[in-house]
Every structure is written in structure tokens, then in C-alpha cells.
């Protein structure tokens, strides 16, 4: 496995090592003991979800406070491009974001650490996307942090578009007003 940096303090880019041959190919999505060597530190996992989408639905910018989550995030069709926003406070990236394009092509995973707001804008016809997370889901803790907040100038490659939202996602709070972590 590939570890990646990417702008801010925390995520990182996996990319597995990949067997093809004339059949096809063959990768490890996840192993443990290689993911914990590759991020520093051991992670386990409690809940394993899958989203299914169309074009130009953006889902985000999710977090928990109180039961924060790690997230592993991939996609096993089409394309999405992936938003994490770092919400540390301590962090010298406060406040700043990265994306990358993740796809079935690419095969390519994010790590997203506690203390992150994610998100993501599906870029092809459809995607589904799996991802790990290190806490369980709990609405009484989610929070969603506004997806066009001009603090963050997040350039979601929407181009003249509208992306389609949830109505939880349409009420998202703005950076200013959403709680932040350390």
C-alpha cells in the first residue's frame, strides 16, 4: 500500500498494489496490520457503509461531535470527488480542505482522521461508495457543515450546475458557526 499526503494535516491517499493479468485484477481493499502501519497507529473499524448515488448529488459536509469518526472511504463504481475539511483547531490547517477524485478506475482509498468534516460531489453518471467508519452512526451528535460556506471556497468542479442536496445538507451551518474540535 501507497501512502499519499495530501494538502492538509491527516488524510492520506491510499493507493493498494494491484495484480492484473488477462483475467483481471486482484487487490486487498483493506488489512489491518498493513493500514496501521501505513496511518501510525491501529483503527478499529465498527461499521461498514455503502452509498449509492447519481450524477451531481453531493452529500456533505458530515461530522459527529462527541463520537468522532475516522473514515476509510472508497468507491467501487464511477467517480466522486472526496472533501475532507479539518476541523482541529490546533491543527496548522485549520480551517482548509482537501479533494481528490476517487474512483473504481483509480482504486484509490481516502483516510480521513478524526476531527474532519467529509463530503463528496459524484462526478460520473453513478457511484457507490463504501466507507469505514471508527464510531457509529449517531444523529444526536452529526453535524453538517454548509458545502458552499465562502470561508472554506471549496471549488466543487459543478461548473454551472446545481448539485442536489438533502435537506439536511441544504441546511448545513456556516465554518463561523459549527463546533470544532481540540
Given at each position: 500500500?501507497?501512502?499519499?499526503?495530501?494538502?492538509v494535516?491527516?488524510?492520506?491517499?491510499l493507493?493498494?498494489?494491484?495484480?492484473?493479468?488477462?483475467?483481471?485484477?486482484?487487490?486487498?481493499?483493506?488489512?489491518?496490520?498493513?493500514?496501521?502501519?501505513?496511518?501510525?497507529?491501529?483503527?478499529?473499524f465498527v461499521?461498514?457503509?455503502h452509498?449509492?448515488?447519481?450524477?451531481?448529488?453531493?452529500?456533505?459536509?458530515?461530522?459527529?461531535?462527541?463520537?468522532?469518526?475516522?473514515?476509510?472511504?472508497?468507491?467501487?463504481?464511477?467517480?466522486?470527488?472526496?472533501?475532507?475539511?479539518?476541523?482541529?483547531?490546533?491543527?496548522?490547517?485549520?480551517?482548509?480542505?482537501?479533494?481528490?477524485?476517487?474512483?473504481?478506475?483509480?482504486?484509490?482509498?481516502?483516510?480521513?482522521?478524526?476531527?474532519?468534516?467529509?463530503?463528496?460531489?459524484?462526478?460520473?453518471?453513478?457511484?457507490?461508495?463504501?466507507?469505514?467508519?471508527?464510531?457509529?452512526?449517531?444523529?444526536?451528535?452529526?453535524?453538517?457543515?454548509?458545502w458552499?460556506?465562502?470561508?472554506?471556497?471549496?471549488?466543487?468542479?459543478?461548473?454551472?450546475?446545481e448539485?442536489?442536496?438533502?435537506?439536511?445538507?441544504?441546511?448545513g451551518?456556516?465554518?463561523?458557526?459549527?463546533?470544532?474540535?481540540?
Open positions: 500500500m501507497k501512502a499519499i499526503a495530501v494538502e494535516e491527516g488524510p492520506l491517499i493507493e493498494p498494489r494491484v495484480f492484473e493479468d488477462a483475467r483481471g485484477a486482484f487487490f486487498e481493499s483493506y488489512h489491518a496490520a498493513r493500514f496501521a502501519e501505513t496511518i501510525g497507529r491501529e483503527v478499529a461499521q461498514d457503509n452509498s449509492h448515488s447519481r450524477c451531481d448529488v453531493l452529500r456533505g459536509l458530515h461530522f459527529q461531535t462527541g463520537r468522532e469518526q475516522a473514515k476509510l472511504v472508497r468507491v467501487v463504481s464511477g467517480a466522486i470527488w472526496d472533501v475532507a475539511v479539518d476541523l482541529r483547531r490546533n491543527s496548522r490547517t485549520f480551517g482548509q480542505h482537501s479533494a481528490v477524485v476517487l474512483s473504481a478506475e483509480n482504486r484509490r482509498q481516502l483516510w480521513i482522521p478524526e476531527g474532519f468534516a467529509h463530503g463528496f460531489l459524484v462526478v460520473s453518471d453513478s457511484a457507490d461508495v463504501l466507507y469505514k467508519t471508527s464510531d457509529y452512526w449517531a444523529p444526536e451528535c452529526e453535524c453538517c457543515l454548509a458552499n460556506d465562502p470561508d472554506l471556497s471549496i471549488p466543487w468542479p459543478l461548473g454551472e450546475r448539485p442536489i442536496l438533502s435537506e439536511k445538507d441544504r441546511r451551518r456556516p465554518f463561523r458557526e459549527i463546533p470544532t474540535f481540540g
